[in-house]
């Protein structure tokens, strides 16, 4: 058995010490990520990743970096080809969304019922959070109809710079909506007043920032270019440099 597919069953079935206990740089990624290891040892690792957003591709991603890399995105992505890029986005990135966004909201209503002394600076990180949810599940349905089929098939994207232009100016919008977070919680830093469920709202919330962090560096910085320069191929390609690939 290779060491994903043991990490695979530890995530599906055993204990966060099962996978602490196998290597330090596994503690300490396990750490970072909001899990504890000490006093929640004895806890299931599928159940107590799950409950702070932590799917079990973004675990592996994070166990299989390069230790002297500080972001979560292994090393080579640059150059990997558009189908490896889409996958793993798709895979490390949408997916987790779509399972994190739905938990943290339901976080949400637990700790506004827990804190109700606390309702009016709960309320305003509440409301920066579902505006960010519901603008961050349109934005990768976008992404997965308008650029991701095109660029799997290494065609230029359909009206490629309004569509990507428009993207990025989505992904603007979530730093923003990611910033306004951080302030209104002094960058998740958890209040003593905090309940169980609180504290683990804060460390979900900054994963998700972490997450979506990488997610817009990869998108940003290789998949869009690589549409817009496909698309500027294809034009320059045809007879008289014919703009009808935009």
């Known amino acids: 058995m290779d060491e994903r597919e043991r990490i695979r069953k530890i995530y599906e079935s055993g204990l966060v010490r099962d996978l602490a206990l196998q290597d330090p740089h596994y503690r300490e990624e396990l750490e970072k990520l909001g899990i504890d290891t000490c006093c929640g040892g004895g806890m299931l690792l599928g159940e107590t990743a799950r409950e702070i957003g932590i799917s079990l591709e973004m ?15 292994p090393g080579g992505m640059e150059k990997a080809s558009n189908a490896l890029l889409i996958d793993y986005v798709l895979e490390i990135y949408h997916t987790t969304l779509r399972e994190q966004l739905p938990n943290l909201e339901l976080l949400f209503q637990r700790v506004m019922l827990a804190h109700g002394e606390h309702a009016a ?23 997965e109809t308008l650029v991701f089929p095109a660029l799997r098939r290494n065609e230029p994207v359909p009206d490629a710079k309004t569509v990507i232009k428009q993207l990025e100016q989505e992904h603007a919008f979530t730093r923003t909506r990611l910033r306004q ?11 003593g007043y905090a309940s169980a ?7 979900g919330l900054a994963n998700l920032d972490a997450g979506l962090h990488d997610h817009i560096y990869l998108e940003n910085n290789i998949l869009f270019p690589r549409g817009a320069a496909l698309t500027a191929k294809t034009r320059n390609a045809a007879p008289g440099g014919s703009a009808a690939a935009e």
């Open 59 to 73: 675990l592996l991603s994070r166990l299989h970096r390069e230790p002297a890399q500080s972001a979560g995105i």
């Open 121 to 143: 600076e709960l309320s305003a990180l509440q409301e920066h959070f579902l505006a960010l949810k519901d603008e961050l599940l349109s934005h990768i349905d976008s992404e």
């Open 181 to 191: 977070m951080r302030i209104a919680t002094s960058s998740y830093r958890i209040p």
């Open 197 to 203: 469920s609180l504290e683990i709202l804060y460390q």
